[in-house]
C-alpha cells in the first residue's frame, strides 16, 4: 500500500518551453502533497505544499508563477515548470500524505528528472 | 540552529555490525518522527515512523525516540551492502496544519563487506 508514481520519470526540453509532471497515489486518497527539489548531493527542499480544492503553499523563495501547481483530485496533484531554464534542471519529487492513523507520514513518488538545455 | 539535525557521515560499517544514527530536532512539541532511506539517485523511501518514546522495533531496523533530550536514533542491525544510501531523519512540524516534515541533511552510510 501507499504507493505513489510520477510522471514522467525524466524529462529533456529545450530553453525557453514548460514542463508538466504529474504526481499520483494509487492506493489512498491524499488530502494534500508536497513537491521538492533536491539539486546533486544536497537535501530535500520543500517548494509548496498542494491542497486538493485550494491553491497551493509555497515556500519563500519559490516563485510561484513559475511553479504553477494544481490538485484537481485526491489523487492527482500537477507541477507545471514554466518556461523553464538550465538552473531549473533538477530531481523533482512529490509526496503525498496520507490519511488516517500517522497522517503525518508522506510517501514519496519515483522523482522527475528535468534537464532543461 | 537547524531544526532537524544530522551527522552528515559518511558512517562506515562492516558488513554485519550495527549501524547507528542520529537525529537531533529543536522543535519541543514535535510528535511525530521519521527515517527515511535514499539511495543515489532516487526518492527517499520510509523506513519507519515512530511517535511515543521508546524504542519500536522493524526487522533489522530499531528507531529511538527520547522526547525529553530531543533525540531519535535509527539502529539497523546486521548492516548489508545494500543498506549503504543516505538516511534521513524527519520531524513533523506541529505548528503546521498541513502536516509538513523538516528533514535533516541526512548521514550517508557506507556498508563495507
Known amino acids: 500500500g501507499a504507493v505513489v508514481s510520477q510522471h514522467p520519470s525524466w524529462v529533456i526540453c529545450k530553453s525557453g518551453t514548460s514542463v508538466k509532471i504529474e504526481c499520483r497515489s494509487l492506493?489512498?486518497?491524499?488530502?494534500?502533497m508536497f513537491w521538492y527539489r533536491q539539486f546533486p548531493k544536497q537535501s530535500l527542499m520543500l517548494m509548496a505544499t498542494s491542497n486538493e480544492g485550494s491553491k497551493a503553499t509555497y515556500e519563500q523563495g519559490v516563485e510561484k508563477d513559475k511553479f504553477l501547481i494544481n490538485h484537481a483530485s485526491l489523487t492527482l496533484s500537477t507541477l507545471t515548470v514554466t518556461s523553464a531554464h538550465p538552473e531549473d534542471s533538477s530531481f523533482y519529487i512529490c509526496?503525498?500524505?496520507?490519511?488516517?492513523?500517522?497522517?503525518?507520514?508522506?510517501?514519496f513518488g519515483p522523482g522527475t528528472r528535468l534537464t532543461v538545455l | 540552529q537547524k531544526e532537524v539535525e544530522q551527522n552528515s557521515g559518511p558512517l562506515s560499517v562492516p558488513e554485519g555490525a550495527i549501524a547507528s544514527l542520529n537525529c537531533t530536532y529543536s522543535?519541543?512539541?514535535?510528535?511525530?518522527f521519521f527515517w527515511y532511506r535514499q539511495y543515489s539517485g532516487k526518492s527517499p523511501e520510509l523506513i519507519m515512523s515512530i511517535y511515543s518514546n521508546g524504542d519500536k522495533e522493524d526487522g533489522r531496523f530499531t528507531a529511538q525516540l527520547n522526547k525529553a533530550s530531543q533525540y531519535v536514533s535509527l539502529l539497523i542491525r546486521d548492516s548489508q551492502p545494500s543498506d549503504s544510501a543516505t538516511y534521513l531523519c524527519a520531524v513533523n512540524k506541529q505548528t503546521d496544519s498541513w502536516g509538513k516534515l523538516q528533514f535533516g541533511a541526512g548521514t550517508q552510510v557506507v556498508v563495507t563487506p
Open positions: 492506493d489512498f486518497q491524499a488530502t494534500t
Open positions: 522543535d519541543r512539541v514535535s510528535q511525530s
Open positions: 509526496s503525498a500524505r496520507a490519511q488516517g492513523a500517522g497522517a503525518d507520514t508522506q510517501y
